[in-house]
């Protein structure tokens, strides 16, 4: 009876094999491996945030102008684990949305609030995830559906909710409504050091905190 080795992938391992070109030697293809290579989003987008009211979204903003729509790293609902995202938001469902050729004609126009979906946390949150720019819907992620836990689980940019196109003209202005890396942590820094009340629906005390984030931001960039 034949042994089955223990590791069936161990004939397809690299081995270095000593070879030579133009009498200089070559060195293995190992040499050039580095641990902290940039990820795909240090490489190709650039990160933006959107707050609606103080919970933080990202999205990824690529050259070519596609836009991924993400939970921020802070975002509540990692903390409190995910248990359900709907694309079925009472009066439309993104999922349905359809587009077709290289214009993408046919694709929902959403605004920055406009909601792309519903998730639902494990102690029962639910929190409306929103478009965050002005543009065209070209795809939701409807593997989220069915596995909501990869929102937990996925690298930064791979648990998408949505891809949106930004006309060429709005995005300068798409940019500028937009929160840079540096102005998301100096955001959750002042959010931290404000005082919290007791009432989630005080008007006021929202607005105040706003004004101070605002305030801080400016000075922060000036």
Do not use: W
Request: aromatic share 8%; hydrophobic share 30%; net charge negative.
């Amino acid at each position: 009876m034949s042994v089955l080795s223990e590791d069936p992938l161990e004939a397809f391992y690299f081995e270095h094999e000593e070879q030579e070109i133009c009498g200089q030697p070559v060195s293995p293809i190992t040499d050039g491996y580095q641990e902290d290579y940039p990820s795909v989003v240090d490489r190709f987008f650039t990160r933006y945030y959107y707050f609606k009211g103080e919970v933080p979204y990202q999205v990824l903003y690529h050259s070519n102008r596609i836009c991924l729509i993400c939970l921020a790293p802070d975002h509540p609902a990692l903390s409190q684990g995910i248990s359900s995202v709907n694309f079925d938001i009472g009066n439309v469902d993104r999922s349905q949305n359809v587009v077709k050729g290289k214009g993408k004609k046919g694709g929902m126009i959403l605004q920055a609030e406009s909601t792309l979906a519903l998730v639902t946390t494990e102690n029962g949150e639910t929190y409306k995830v929103p478009s965050c720019i002005r543009g065209k819907l070209v795809e939701v992620n409807t593997g989220l559906v069915e596995e909501p836990k990869l929102l937990e689980q996925l690298p930064e940019g791979a648990g998408y909710f949505a891809i949106l196109l930004p006309k060429i003209e709005n995005c300068d202005a798409i940019k500028a409504s937009l929160l840079t890396q540096e102005q998301y942590e100096e955001r959750l820094k002042i959010q931290k050091e404000v005082p919290k009340t007791n009432t989630s629906d005080d008007t006021e005390t929202r607005s105040h905190t706003e004004e101070i984030v605002k305030r801080e931001l400016v000075n922060s960039v000036a």
